[in-house]
């Protein structure tokens, strides 16, 4: 008897759906850019079966799930250290140059080492539940919208890919600010006449991401610009550490107490723990998740343990050396409030750049996958030439709008917060929690339910507070300074 040709009763958890028709038997294809691996059945012992267009592999008594949905861009093909490195890439981008002013200043040394710590646990734990929903139902959930549409229905479809659209624009546009910071402070290095304004930095930041964006098909190609934005990240961090490192020990007594009046403080303090969640979290983890190599859960465990140990020690070295040296003066922008050889600096503000740049192109990766897969063609390579105009003409257009709000509103500490109230929290968060509530309700003890109950209530709780706080920084800040501003 063939047993790979044996169906495999697996339980759905849809409620809202009728149930689906039954699905016509899809031939086994290969992994490659436009043809992505869609079924995999259990075998009783490891083999390899050779298709048409490549390898299938097949491990001993594991049952491997139907992908979701047919995708534009590649499927279990990068090892766990690789999707550790686009983690590790993730939160150890520029954006922590910003957290000794935007997380420290606010929360002070106990709050802002606690806040950090805390929400670095709570983000692991969160993250280690959604990857263990990757593949239920029969299916591989590739895409975080699909997760929530099997679970929910086509409502919640709709919303989190909403949310999460709202998540990683804003994360974009964050970006395309850095870029357009470190450009600046460049030019102020060697020419402080006020000719270079931010928001032209901002535009050449966003062709750049753009360029960058029209040569890398898929999130799998980065490959060895990961390699290249580790070196990058460490540029920065090392120089800022150790020009902080520098400062401090040559500044006289810093001021390490909480400014402002106490309604102020009270929204301050909401703000910086919303940032605190944006620092450790993608929303985009189904996504990467869809990357990785078998199995699945395993691997995507290994590389988050790398991301929340190892990954962090230069986050937390850059982050607390900078608010050390300036105390409550520190600059939502370090490299801003550092001294030193302007070499030491220039290379520094370079390597903050062009690793934002890949950086970028991580959190812009579900876009991309959306757009190639609904409206790119699934004739020839991903470098023929009506492929790389396609990319041109709709990356490029995304970007645009992009790098016009970065302009628009520059306010970086501002779209962190808001970013981590709209969308990292519900989505990390919130979903994480109810989603597996709901898919293993039957197997948690009254414990561990009214576990996850606090969860989903009290990170709901705050989400909406945070969200009331990012709205009035950006409100404030846009009283104080004008539209298209020279920060």
């Known amino acids: 008897m063939d047993v790979k040709n044996v169906p495999i009763p697996i339980p759905s958890f849809q409620e809202e759906e009728e149930e689906e028709e039954e699905e016509e038997e899809t031939p086994f294809w290969a992994c490659s850019v436009h043809s992505p691996l869609l079924k995999q059945r259990k075998e009783l012992s490891i083999s390899m079966e050779k298709a048409e267009n490549g390898a299938v592999f097949r491990e001993k ?42 997380v420290m200043v606010p929360l002070g040394w106990t709050g802002g080492t606690l806040g950090l710590v805390l929400a670095a646990a709570m983000s692991m734990y969160a993250n280690a539940l959604l990857a263990r929903l990757h593949e239920i139902g029969g299916k591989r959930h590739i895409r975080y919208r699909d997760l929530a549409g099997h679970i929910y229905g086509r409502k919640m479809y709709a919303l989190t890919w909403a949310l999460q659209y709202v998540n990683l624009f804003m994360i974009n546009t964050g970006f395309i600010i850095l870029a357009g910071q470190a450009l600046k402070a460049i030019y102020v290095l060697y020419r402080d006449d006020g000719v270079l ?47 902080s490192f520098r400062d401090g020990l040559k500044a006289p007594p810093r001021d390490y107490s909480i400014h402002g009046k106490h309604v102020d403080k009270i929204f301050s303090t909401i ?52 608010y050390w040296a300036y105390g409550s003066n520190t600059s939502s922008y370090l490299l801003n409030s550092a001294h030193g050889p302007v070499w030491a600096k220039t290379l520094a503000n370079v390597a903050a750049f062009f690793q934002t740049v890949v950086a970028l192109h991580i959190f812009a990766s579900p876009m991309y996958e959306y757009l190639d897969t609904q409206y790119g063609s699934k004739v ?25 709000v970065a302009a628009f509103l520059p306010f970086l500490g501002d779209f962190m917060s808001l970013t981590g109230a709209m ?59 004008h539209f298209f501003a020279d920060l």
Request: with cysteine; net charge positive; charged share 10%.
């Open 380 to 404: 020839g390579g991903p470098f023929s030439p009506h492929n790389i105009l396609f990319r041109v003409l709709v990356r490029g257009g995304y970007l645009t709008i992009n790098t016009f």
């Open 61 to 102: 008594d594991e049952v491997f799930a139907d992908v979701s949905d047919d995708t534009a861009h590649q499927i279990s093909t990068d090892p766990w250290y690789q999707v550790a490195f686009v983690l590790t890439t993730g939160v150890n981008s520029a954006y922590v140059l910003g957290y000794s002013g935007s």
């Open 197 to 243: 304004k931010l928001p032209y930095c901002i535009i050449i930041a966003g062709v750049v991401c753009a360029i960058f964006a029209f040569g890398i098909p898929h999130l799998s190609a980065l490959r060895i610009w990961l390699g290249v934005s580790t070196v990058l990240s460490l540029v920065y961090i090392i120089a800022a550490f150790v020009l």
């Open 423 to 481: 969308s990292t929290f519900p989505l990390t968060f919130v979903l994480a929690n109810h989603m597996y509530l709901k898919v293993k309700s039957s197997k948690l003890s009254a414990v561990q339910k009214g576990w996850h109950w606090a969860n989903v209530v009290g990170f709901g709780g705050f989400a909406v507070l945070a969200f009331i706080a990012g709205v009035r920084l950006i409100a404030l800040d846009s009283q104080t300074y």
């Open 271 to 322: 703000g910086a723990i919303s940032t605190t969640v944006f620092a450790y979290n993608t929303g985009m983890l189904p996504e990467i998740q869809a990357t990785i190599k078998r199995p699945v859960v395993k691997n995507m465990e290994k590389a988050l343990w790398f991301q929340f140990t190892v990954g962090l020690v230069p986050l937390y070295l850059v982050v607390f050396m900078g």
